[in-house]
């Protein structure tokens, strides 16, 4: 099987990049939006993820790996949502801003520039290249 390329978005203050890394790994749960959860039940051990932090911060920060594909996710009321496990490889030297993906005419279709409410998103290959190179790994 082939290494397959994510994107997830979170806000600084409800779970923040420094706190991943310190944690190392995380249960990636309480999304609550049915295409996020259905990209989440696609996810893959051993599949990239770019981590995003949004609202204030607006850039990819760092790679993670999923390291345990979908279970129940047990923040959840309802049966039906599901999380993945995520552990942080590296961060990015430099964070890649919302203002460089716009400006970067390959990155023109991204997910992230065409929904941007997503909180979990496909990126080919090519578009995780590109985020890594722009931020310099």
């Given at each position: ?100 993906i716009k400006a970067e005419p390959s990155l023109k279709d991204m997910a992230l520039l065409r929904q941007s409410r997503l909180s979990v998103m496909p ?15």
């Amino acid at each position: 099987m082939t290494t397959q390329y994510w994107l997830v978005k979170t806000e600084p203050e409800a779970y923040s990049w420094e706190t991943f890394v310190k944690e190392k790994r995380t249960d990636w749960t309480g999304v609550r939006n049915y295409q996020a959860r259905n990209h989440l039940k696609a996810m893959r051990k051993g599949d990239r993820v770019l981590f995003y932090a949004s609202v204030t911060t607006k850039a990819v920060l760092g790679i993670a790996e999923v390291t345990k594909s979908a279970f129940p996710d047990a923040t959840a009321e309802v049966v039906g949502w599901v999380a993945v496990e995520l552990k942080a490889i590296a961060p990015l030297p430099r964070p890649v801003a919302l203002a460089q993906i716009k400006a970067e005419p390959s990155l023109k279709d991204m997910a992230l520039l065409r929904q941007s409410r997503l909180s979990v998103m496909p990126l080919s290959n090519a578009e995780f290249k590109k985020l890594t190179a722009l931020g310099g790994f």
